[in-house]
C-alpha cells in the first residue's frame, strides 16, 4: 500500500513504481477513505484531485467493483503527460495482478506516455520488467491476486521454460515421452 500512498504526496509518486500489489478489504477501505480526504483537501485548496481519484480506482478494484467506467471517467479527466501516462500503467498493473487480459496493451501505452519523463534507470527497469510480464497468460477470467514479485517469478519460470523448449526442439530433441 506505500507505494499508492505516495500518489497523495505532491511530486512524491513516479511513473515507475509498481502500483498494483494486491490490498485486503480492510487495506482497500483505508486507500478509499484516504482518498476521500484527499479529495476534500484537493478542493479546498485548489490542486489537481487526480491522484486522489487514481487512489479511489485502486482501493475499488481491491473491493472487487468494475473501475472500468471509473478509469474511462479518469480518461477524460487526466490533464497532464504524466497523469494520463500513471493512469494507464497503474490500471494495467491492476489487471496484471489478476492477469486480466489488456493488462499488457495498458502497460506498453503507458510506458510510451511514460518514457520521456524517465530517469535512465527507471526506462531500463520498467522495460525489463514488462518484458518479463509479457510472458505471463491472461484471460478474461481474473486469477488469484498477485505482487510483483510472484508475477516476475511466474514469467521467468514461463519465459525459462519456453527458452528451453525452443532449443530442445531445434536439436531435433522431443520432450514427451512418447516418441
Known amino acids: 500500500m506505500q507505494a499508492a500512498e505516495n500518489l497523495t504526496i505532491p511530486g512524491q509518486h513516479k511513473v515507475a513504481d509498481w502500483y498494483g500489489d494486491p ?3 480492510e487495506q482497500a477501505g483505508r486507500l478509499l477513505s484516504l ?3 484527499k479529495l476534500r483537501m484537493a478542493y479546498v485548496e485548489s490542486h489537481s484531485c487526480f491522484s486522489a481519484h487514481l487512489l479511489a480506482l ?6 472487487g467493483r468494475d473501475i472500468r467506467p471509473d478509469y474511462l471517467s479518469l480518461v477524460a479527466a487526466a490533464e497532464t503527460d504524466t497523469d494520463h501516462a500513471l493512469l494507464k500503467l497503474v490500471y494495467g498493473q491492476l489487471l496484471m495482478s489478476r492477469k486480466l487480459k489488456g493488462a499488457n496493451c495498458h502497460l506498453s501505452s503507458g510506458f510510451y506516455l511514460a518514457a520521456p519523463l524517465l530517469l535512465p534507470r527507471d526506462y531500463f527497469r520498467m522495460v525489463k520488467r514488462h518484458d518479463l510480464l509479457c510472458y505471463l497468460p491472461l484471460s478474461d477470467e481474473p486469477s488469484e491476486p498477485g505482487d510483483l514479485r510472484t508475477l516476475l517469478s511466474e514469467a521467468a519460470v514461463i519465459r525459462r521454460l519456453r527458452s528451453r523448449r525452443i532449443f530442445n526442439d531445434d536439436a531435433g530433441m522431443r ?4 516418441g
Not at 58 to 63: A, V
Request: charged share 20%; hydrophobic share 45%.
Open 23 to 25: 490490498l485486503s478489504p
Open 58 to 63: 485502486i482501493g475499488r478494484f481491491w473491493q
Open 35 to 37: 482518498s476521500r480526504v
Open 175 to 178: 520432450l514427451d515421452t512418447i
